[in-house]
């Protein structure tokens, strides 16, 4: 990292990457199921570049979620150079799931849930405006939003994949 983008960040260092628990977390996630993991064709670099030119330029992660390790992925990849906080479907957070065991090993505080219902039918996407102010909150204190964009519903009859960055782009103006 560049003594430039150390200084431009001196007062939030700490908040400059993810915390060292969901890192080690994933880290071990990923040793039990890849071989290893990185970006291609320069993707860290350039965002370190563009971090470094404009300290104050905010991400969102958007995955294609198509396994269960994209987010372990993401964060094995660009932790280091961001904060990524990882969204999660609210009804993982009730009960057991092999999801909470990922929550408890690597911190609930790095994981923001976003409103699901569960019913006869199984789980469904419920659009909640206030999941995403919270988000807006988080990344004006540093972190990095990581977001499924498949479908809202298991069901894929709400809208369309994308519809978490569009809605976050249009409600936050970032």
Same mark, same amino acid.
């Given at each position: ?16 990457? /993810? ?58 990849a660009l932790g280091d150079i961001l904060d990524i906080q990882i969204t999660a479907e609210s009804v993982l957070f009730e009960g057991a799931s092999p999801q909470r065991a990922l929550f408890k090993l690597a911190g609930k505080e790095s994981f923001t849930p976003l409103s699901y219902d569960r019913d006869k039918h199984g789980k469904h996407g419920v ?16 972190? /990095? ?30």
């Amino acid at each position: 990292m560049s003594d430039t983008f150390k200084k431009s960040f001196s007062h939030q260092e700490e908040q400059s990457e /993810t915390p060292e628990r969901l890192r080690k977390g994933v880290d071990t996630i990923i040793k039990l199921f890849c071989k290893e993991f990185s970006l291609a064709d320069g993707g860290k670099e350039r965002i370190t570049q563009i971090l470094e030119q404009n300290p104050e330029t905010t991400f969102v992660i958007a995955a294609s979620h198509l396994s269960n390790l994209d987010a372990p992925a993401a964060v094995a990849a660009l932790g280091d150079i961001l904060d990524i906080q990882i969204t999660a479907e609210s009804v993982l957070f009730e009960g057991a799931s092999p999801q909470r065991a990922l929550f408890k090993l690597a911190g609930k505080e790095s994981f923001t849930p976003l409103s699901y219902d569960r019913d006869k039918h199984g789980k469904h996407g419920v659009f909640n405006p206030e999941d995403f102010t919270r988000l807006a909150t988080l990344v004006k204190q540093g972190k /990095t939003p990581w977001m499924a964009v498949h479908p809202f519903t298991t069901e894929e009859e709400s809208n369309e994949p994308g519809w978490a960055v569009f809605t976050w782009h249009t409600k936050q103006g970032l």
